[in-house]
């Protein structure tokens, strides 16, 4: 009589990897980048219409 063992399903090797990366902005700290978002979101308002000229109302 012979006997089998039903073995487990071999483990994805990419998983562990994977759940070790860490996710987030691509240097989100460039206070140059920020500063230049910031003045073309503002441009942006403006010539749509949706802000006004004067102050910062954001």
Not at 16 to 33: I, L, Q, V
């Amino acid at each position: 009589m012979k006997m089998t063992i039903k073995l487990p399903k071999p483990r994805n090797p990419l998983v562990a990897p994977a759940r070790a990366r860490k996710a987030g902005a691509h240097a989100a700290h460039n206070p140059a980048r920020r500063t230049r978002r910031s003045e073309k979101q503002n441009l942006n308002l403006l010539l749509s219409g949706r802000k006004r000229d004067g102050g910062d109302d954001a």
